[in-house]
């Protein structure tokens, strides 16, 4: 992470034993009191944990619409302080955290690389990371290693001043509030048409490297009926993990690396670009992959109602001109990635009650 100096690479006693396990047998241990208190997988997020937190998004959303309303939320957390570690690059995750925080009125401190921080002098990201522990009450953790944030949240829980860690990304791993944002964006997509029960969703792209797609394919677990559609070059096929998982909960999947034939049979299409950052050789990935590319003529041979997503940030894979469609939700999904995690906060810090109260 840095040439200057070597990080110190002390081994944590009981780590590897702990990340190898089963993951039923660890999620007690991001529980305090029966509730949730790190974020660290999607698979951590039941139906009722998603309808609730839904709820709460659309509460907050509407309470934010007036001055006074705003007013509320900003009384809600005013006495908590929020730091945001992002050693990867990040404009939407970041700033929806950020103003999700504003939001609530809670305090954010940053650090936005390792290059000012005694990580410099050789402090390992766990110990830079129980350092913030100290200062705040919250850590909102973006990485580019698998498993980081498990990692600090394992860290934290053992000691005397554990402070929640969300996880805004870890590496090609898992990212688990963007699969909550993409699932409320979903749910208010097909609000009139039964929510996302029943679905057919294309996910289409870099499968194997993209984590928005991994987190949001465990997710799909607590909705009925849903189909999945996986389109991608040969080479980013889906992993066999998040396969595993699929056949494990009964949902039905097809792979394809014909996009067209797809294109008129599914509700929704999310877009992915392709993960160079994530490759051997960087260099060396120049094609685009225009066939699994989203074109404005392809608006007229999807469904109605079929949603057009995207984590962002786009590449060539969807078309400018298809933004003015108004089945293009990637901008409303990004907004959505606000409120969401406003609610998540809300949340963690259980005053989701003060936001119902408002509304009784
Ligand atoms: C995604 C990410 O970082 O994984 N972006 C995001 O958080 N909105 C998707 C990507 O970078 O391709």
Redesign the pocket.
């Known amino acids: 992470m840095n040439g200057s100096v070597e990080q110190t690479r002390q081994t944590y006693q009981g780590w590897d034993e702990f990340y190898n396990k089963d993951f039923d047998e660890k999620l007690d241990f991001f529980k305090f009191n029966g509730r949730m208190f790190d974020v660290i997988f999607a698979q951590q997020f039941d139906r009722p944990f998603m309808d609730y937190l839904c709820k709460i998004a659309d509460m907050i959303r509407l309470l934010a619409q007036t001055k006074m309303g705003q007013e509320k939320l900003r009384h809600l957390l005013p006495h908590k302080r929020a730091m945001l570690y992002f050693v990867q690059p990040?404009t939407?995750?970041f700033l929806s955290f950020q103003n999700a925080c504003y939001i609530l009125g809670l305090s954010v401190s940053e650090s936005r690389g390792t290059s000012t921080s005694s990580e410099v002098k050789g402090e390992s990201s766990e110990d830079t990371i129980r350092t913030f522990a100290s200062y705040v009450d919250l850590i909102i953790s973006r990485h580019p290693e698998a498993g980081f944030a498990e990692k600090t949240a394992w860290v934290l829980n053992q000691t005397d001043r554990p402070v929640p860690i969300l996880n805004g990304?870890s590496g090609p791993d898992q990212?688990p509030t963007?699969a909550l944002l993409d699932i409320y964006t979903l749910e208010r997509s097909f609000e009139h048409i039964g929510g996302l029960d029943g679905k057919k969703i294309a996910m289409v792209g870099d499968l194997k490297r993209?984590?928005?797609v991994r987190s949001l394919s465990y997710l799909m677990k607590n909705y009925k009926d849903v189909s999945l559609y996986y389109i991608s070059p040969d080479i980013f096929k889906m992993k066999d993990d998040i396969i595993n998982f699929l056949k494990k909960h009964d949902i039905p999947y097809f792979e394809t690396d014909d996009f067209e034939s797809v294109m008129p049979l599914v509700d929704a299409i999310y877009m992915?670009?392709i993960?160079k950052e994530y490759s051997d050789d960087p260099s060396g990935e120049s094609d685009t992959y225009p066939e699994f590319h989203f074109k404005k003529e392809h608006l007229s041979i999807i469904q109605p109602h079929c949603t057009i997503m995207h984590?962002?940030?786009r590449r060539y894979e969807i078309e400018v001109e298809v933004d003015k469609d108004p089945r293009a939700a990637y901008w409303r999904q990004e907004r959505n990635g606000m409120w969401i995690r406003a609610a998540l906060i809300a949340y963690i810090f259980r005053v989701e009650s003060e936001i119902f109260a408002e509304f009784s």
Do not use: I, M
């Open positions: 990040s939407r995750t990304g990212h963007q993209g984590r928005t992915t670009r993960q984590p962002l940030p």
